[in-house]
């Protein structure tokens, strides 16, 4: 193993002190709870662009980044370089899962051919690593929105030699994604979607992004590549609208291209956060419909009106997240939690890259600790139960077995008094619910 990091291999030492230090508070990946160990529920990755390549730029500076494999100044050495760097880190980290783009991982050349060629030698070194340390990729994707190429989108572009570059370099990237094992393979359409509604034939744009989707699809089943395909959604950023603006929005477009039974969601905080909901609300969506994926780990700033792909730190948002998982028993079919989250830029160093990830594998194991809980003690269940008690009989029972119609339900209120209506309301409590949860969160991590 490579020597990058100045860092020893992370180890969870409990809560008993309350400063920050490089180690785990509450996640401790061997330990059973709910039924299954906590590296299980979780399936923590590291996003190899954030955490390899990104270096710390915002919309008015330059990178702040020092990493260890600077020094390699050649593009490929670097890239090469970075490999032995990612996984001591993995290592170190203590994670199972790793996700990267195609153009992560090596430089492009003056051609589709040289970029794929690049390519392989980078994928080469990866598989090696993976037979002797057995990391495993939970999804691989393609970079299809960087480049000026795809100036106006990929599948959605109106230029056909742009959507035909798009399908070559996808077919590739499916390729790599079998090579690695890919648990599941995401599209995260950058820039499908537009800039003005003036010169933008929305339906014609919709329909190509279909097609590539399918043939994607039917190219995976050709060559024996079985991951879970996934759909990302984003409401805007880079573009003024994307296409699959959220989960409901995205799941309405699988519906109607007949995508949803080969289909599921990745959802993202950030991106439910730009789209005006909750991260709750997004999985809550996708799992009420059955096409619930995967999960990426980061959050945003209300104060700040773009994606800056934060490491996770809020426990209410990470337990109203992992109370979703629990119900479902799990993160999708194949699915677990990625960090797509970045140090900020003031936080440069090499052991920040460390602190981002234990903070926020820590937030999601103690969002994960409260949430079975508060399953085991029925807390949520029982709200619920209690708030829908009036459909469990008499006319509400009538309502839901269908047994209802217009006709009897007006001869059932049609003489009711103002009186009696109100009478059949009662209060949600709905502050007594959140301060219970308070207690949750406080009681679960002491």
Not at 131 to 148: D, E, H, Q, R, S
Not at 155 to 166: C, G, I, K, L
Not at 169 to 193: C, D, P, T
Request: aromatic content about 12%.
């Amino acid at each position: 193993m490579s020597n990058y990091w100045n860092v020893d291999k992370i180890q969870y030492i409990g809560n008993k002190d309350s400063k920050s230090q490089l180690g785990f508070q509450y996640y401790n990946p061997d330990e059973v709870i709910g039924g299954k160990k906590m590296r299980d529920w979780l399936r923590f990755s590291v996003a190899y662009w954030h955490t390899f390549d990104q270096r710390l730029v915002d919309p008015f500076g330059d990178g702040t980044a020092i990493r260890p494999y600077d020094k390699y100044k050649d593009p490929m050495d670097q890239a090469l370089a970075k490999v032995d760097a990612a996984f001591e880190f993995y290592e170190k980290l203590g994670v199972d899962y790793l996700c990267f783009h195609d153009r992560d991982l090596a430089p492009e050349g003056a051609t589709l051919r040289e970029t794929n060629k690049n390519l392989d030698k980078i994928v080469d070194k990866i598989v090696e690593y993976q037979k002797t340390t057995g990391m495993k990729v939970l999804w691989n994707t393609a970079n299809m929105f960087t480049n000026p190429r795809f100036v106006a989108g990929a599948a959605t572009s109106p230029y056909a030699d742009v959507f035909a570059y798009s399908a070559a370099q996808l077919k590739h990237s499916l390729e790599i994604g079998k090579r690695v094992g890919a648990e599941n393979y995401v599209f995260w359409g950058g820039r499908e979607g537009y800039e003005s509604l003036w010169n933008t034939d929305m339906k014609r744009e919709q329909e190509h992004a279909a097609k590539f989707f399918h043939m994607a699809k039917d190219y995976a089943n050709e060559i024996g590549f079985d991951a879970q395909m996934l759909l990302e959604p984003k409401p805007k950023e880079p573009t003024t609208h994307q296409y699959d603006f959220d989960a409901a929005t995205t799941i309405a477009f699988m519906k109607e291209y007949d995508l949803d039974k080969d289909f599921k969601l990745n959802l993202e905080g950030n991106h439910a956060n730009l789209a005006g909901h909750t991260y709750q609300h997004e999985i809550r969506v996708a799992r009420s419909a059955g096409l619930l994926g995967s999960l990426d780990a980061n959050q945003g700033d209300k104060l700040i009106g773009w994606d800056i792909d934060e490491f996770p730190s809020d426990l209410y948002q990470t337990t109203a997240a992992m109370c979703e998982v629990v119900e479902e028993g799990a993160i999708g079919p194949r699915g677990g939690l990625n960090f797509d989250s970045k140090p900020r830029r003031s936080s440069f160093e090499p052991e920040d890259l460390f602190y981002g990830h234990i903070v926020g594998m820590d937030t999601f194991a103690a969002g994960l600790r409260v949430a079975v809980k508060m399953k085991e003690d029925h807390v949520l269940d029982d709200v619920i139960k209690e708030r829908y008690s009036s459909y469990d009989s008499g006319i509400g029972a009538d309502i839901e077995s269908g047994k209802a119609d217009f006709k009897s339900l007006e001869a059932y209120a049609i003489d009711k008094t103002a009186e009696q209506l109100r009478a059949a309301t009662h209060s949600d409590h709905l502050e007594q619910v959140k301060d219970t949860i308070n207690h949750y969160i406080v009681q679960a991590l002491k």
